[in-house]
């Protein structure tokens, strides 16, 4: 079984560096490097495509040089075929971080497209989503768009999650500390795939999840001058703080139901059993 993981990390840096919005045009090679397993990967094509490998001997998985803070990170995805319990592939990040996981499965059944959201060290924000498309026979666009009002999951440009800022009630909200983007492949059948019961099948090794078109239109962290400075939409340089991208549109609203209503599996904030009923604050509020 494999697993591809890519990863958006908010670390936090303290550096003295202009601010200024940074578009990542998909050059594997200018834009990132590799953080483990550089023997398990290879970048072609002038540096917009990549693929990374998993083995019975290592993963493998890169990072970007720089950091960020609130932005549109892409990323096109052709998941592991065949056999791919006990894998995963994500976008997100650690610490405060948001993500996009996907959990292999046995041959037949679908990916699980796996979303979090830790803010100040605090995850259990978990979804869960089916998706309505084989992740396997071609590129998908994953996208992670975060701005000072909210965090929109989007997979081929459909809503999927979004995670309001709502600070001002005592629900913490990543706004504070800068983002590096983190994609990997590595061996989690402990857990991806019925919580550990399918393994990885190395007989069907090596698993390659292939990644392309890498876009981080996202505010360059330039220091604590950077938390007010890329969260201002005064700027045409912040789309991303524009009131534009403040709420979903009525239509995106309607994509999003969509998506909920047929192919949600898991909402943590519908798991009772699991926080004895003392269910997270957000749960109380609403999703839009």
């Not at 929109?152 to 440009?157: F, M, Q, R, S």
């Not at 943590?268 to 957000?282: A, H, I, V």
């Amino acid at each position: 079984m494999a697993e591809s993981h890519i990863v958006v990390i908010f670390a936090l840096v303290i550096a003295s560096m202009a601010l200024i919005a940074v578009p990542v045009n998909g050059n594997f090679h200018k834009s990132t490097t590799f953080n483990w397993g550089a023997n398990n990967s290879v970048i072609w094509g002038g540096g917009d495509n990549l693929a990374l490998v998993l083995n019975n001997v290592s993963g493998s998985g890169i990072q970007t040089k720089k950091q960020f803070l609130f932005g549109s990170i892409q990323m096109l995805i052709k998941l592991v075929p065949g056999n791919s319990a006990g894998t995963v592939s994500s976008v997100g990040s650690r610490h405060d971080e948001i993500d996009f996981e996907f959990l292999g499965n046995v041959s037949g059944q679908p990916y699980i497209i796996h979303t979090n959201l830790f803010a100040q060290g605090v995850g259990n924000r978990e979804q869960q989503f089916y998706p309505w498309f084989d992740p396997t026979a071609d590129f998908h666009n994953y996208t992670i768009h975060w701005n000072p009002s909210q965090i929109v999951w989007l997979v081929d440009g459909l809503p999927i999650r979004v995670y309001r800022n709502q600070e001002s009630i005592g629900i913490p909200y990543p706004n504070a500390q800068p983002m590096r983007v983190y994609s990997s492949i590595w061996n989690a059948d402990n857990w991806a795939t019925r919580g550990g019961l399918e393994k990885i099948d190395w007989k069907s090794a090596p698993f390659v999840a292939r990644y392309k078109q890498f876009r981080a239109r996202a505010c360059k962290w330039g220091g604590f001058a950077s938390i007010a400075g890329c969260a201002s939409n005064t700027t045409r340089t912040n789309f991303w703080a524009s009131p534009a991208y403040a709420r979903l549109s009525y239509a995106q609203v309607g994509q999003m139901m969509w998506v909920r209503n047929n192919y949600m599996i898991y909402d943590y904030c519908k798991d009772t059993k699991r926080f004895n009923g003392q269910m997270p604050l957000e749960c109380s509020q609403p999703v839009f």
